[in-house]
C-alpha cells in the first residue's frame, strides 16, 4: 500500500514591508519544487496557507484565483509578489501630506499615517471580486472585529459544528487582515454570509504569528495530525532594538503609539505574540501529534524593523535576511521540496 501523502501548511508572520523575506523563502522553495519536475504553482503542493497581516496579503496572493481565469493560476505568482514589496509598496506606504491628513481629519495629527485608498486599487486590481470560498487551496487569514471584541479567523475550512464559515471578499478580508493601527484606518468588511458588515483591524494585534490557528483550522477538517508538516515563516527581529526606562518613562500615552518613537507599543505587541506563540506551538503541537513544525525567522540589522521602510537601502537589507536564512537552510528546503506532493483535490 502506497504511503498516505504528508500535507503542507504554510503559516506566514505580519511584518509590513519585512514580509519580503519570507516571500524569498517562499521563492526559494519554488524553485526546488521546480527543479524536482513539480512545476505547478505552490498552491497546488500545500493544504492550507495562513497569514495574518503582510501574510494574510502573501496568503491571499498565492490562494485566490485570478480574477477571469478558470485554468487555476493564483491571483499573485511569487515574481509577481516580490515586485509588490520591492516597488509598488512604496505607493503604499506613501506618507499623507499635512494638507491631505488636514483634510481627512481637521485634528490632523491625530488621523491615520497612510492613505487606504493606493492599497486598496490594488488588492481590487488583483483579487477583483472574489471570495475566500473560491480560494485554490485552505486559507486562513487572522483579524480583530473592534466591534465585537473579537478575533476572527477568516477561512474557507470549517466550522467546529462542521459548517461552513463565513464567506468575505478576498480583497476586502486582505485589507482587514492589514489595517494596522495608526497605519491605516479600519475596514469595513462585508460578511457574504450574514449579509451584514464588521469592522476589521489588523490580525496581528492579536495573533501575529498564526501558527496555532492554522493548527486548529486543520483539526476541524479532521486532518491526521502525524501526517502533517507545519512551515511557520517569521519576518524578522531586530533583538538589538530596545527602550530604556527613561525613553518609556518620558513617551506618555501618545508617545507608545508614534511613528517617531517606530511605534513601539505595536512593535512590542507583534514580536512578543510571534515569539510566544512559536515557543507555543514548538511545544504544544508535537504533544498534540503534528508530524513537524518548522520555524524560520531572522535577525534583522539595526533600523530595519519599521513596517514602513520601502526605502531601497532597506530593501537590500531584508533581501540578505532572507539569503542567510535560505543559506542556512539549504538541506532543510531540500528536503522539504522533495517530500511535497501535488494534492489531489
Known sequence: ?????????????????????????????????????????????????????????????????????????????????????EVEAREVFRRKSLFERFVANPRALLDER?????????????????????ALTRVVLTAYDIGRREAVFMTNGRQSDGSRP??????????????????????RAENLTKGDERVLIDGGVVMNNPTLAVWLEAMKLDWEPGGITILSLGTGADRHRSWSFREAASWGPLGWLLPANGVPLLSILAHGQSTTA??????LLPA??????????????????????????????????????????????????????????
Do not use: C
Open 278 to 283: 512559536a515557543y507555543q506551538a514548538e511545544r
Open 1 to 85: 500500500m502506497a504511503a498516505a501523502r504528508r500535507r503542507f501548511i504554510l503559516a506566514i508572520d505580519g511584518g509590513g514591508i519585512r514580509g519580503l523575506i519570507p516571500l524569498r523563502i517562499l521563492e526559494s522553495l519554488e524553485a526546488r519544487l521546480r527543479m524536482r519536475g513539480k512545476g505547478l504553482p505552490l498552491h497546488r503542493y500545500v493544504d492550507m496557507i495562513g497569514g495574518s497581516s503582510i501574510g494574510g496579503l502573501i496568503a491571499a496572493g498565492l490562494a485566490a484565483p485570478r480574477p477571469d481565469d478558470t485554468g487555476g493560476a493564483p491571483a499573485a505568482g511569487i515574481s509577481e509578489l516580490r515586485r509588490f514589496f
Open 288 to 345: 498534540a501529534g503534528i508530524g513537524e513544525i518548522v520555524r524560520l525567522d531572522g535577525e534583522l540589522p539595526e533600523g530595519a524593523e519599521a513596517i514602513d521602510n520601502t526605502r531601497p537601502g532597506n530593501i537590500i537589507e531584508l533581501n540578505g535576511v532572507a539569503d542567510r536564512i535560505i543559506r542556512d537552510n539549504t538541506l532543510l528546503l531540500d528536503r522539504l521540496a522533495e517530500e511535497m506532493s501535488e494534492r489531489e483535490d
Open 166 to 187: 463565513d464567506d468575505y471578499y478576498f480583497w476586502q478580508a486582505v485589507r482587514a487582515t492589514t489595517a494596522a493601527p495608526v497605519y491605516f484606518e479600519p475596514m
Open 114 to 134: 497612510y492613505d487606504e485608498r493606493p492599497l486598496e486599487r490594488m488588492l481590487k486590481d488583483q483579487l477583483g471580486w472574489t471570495s475566500l470560498q473560491s
